[in-house]
Nanobody
Framework: QVQLVESGGGSVQAGGSLRLSCAASGYTYSTYCMGWFRQAPGKEREGVASIGSGGSTSYADSVKGRFTISRNNAKNTLYLQMNSLKPEDTAMYYC???????????????????WGQGTQVTVSS
């Protein structure tokens, strides 16, 4: 049974940092592409970053240079280091797993990936 459990969210002031984690179990983590997504109230879910099984990464333009996605295959854990946070980064953040992601986060859909329950990030100005 696949499980993805996010942690590390919280409240922070603009300019601050947070590190999200996603603990994965129930599948061969190292062979899957992983992604971070977010959804703000009243908005559609958007892709934030993805990392392939080989370590290749992609980022949304809105977070390039501020966020870093990484993975630790020995610990079956995905990370998202978020620096220089802005109020517009406020959202529920989700991690997801998919066998392949040739199109980065665009490869992930609700029915074609495993999803976690999310962790809330709130950035105040």
């Amino acid at each position: 049974q696949v499980q993805l459990v996010e942690s590390g969210g919280g409240s922070v002031q603009a300019g601050g940092s947070l590190r999200l984690s996603c603990a994965a179990s129930g599948y061969t983590y190292s062979t899957y592409c992983m992604g971070w997504f977010r959804q703000a109230p009243g908005k559609e879910r958007e892709g934030v970053a993805s990392i392939g099984s080989g370590g290749s990464t992609s980022y949304a333009d809105s977070v390039k240079g501020r966020f870093t996605i990484s993975r630790n295959n020995a610990k079956n854990t995905l990370y998202l280091q978020m620096n220089s946070l802005k109020p517009e980064d406020t959202a529920m953040y989700y991690c997801a797993a998919r066998r392949f992601c040739f199109l980065g986060t665009d490869s992930f859909t609700t029915n074609s990936a495993y999803w976690g329950q999310g962790t809330q990030v709130t950035v105040s100005s």
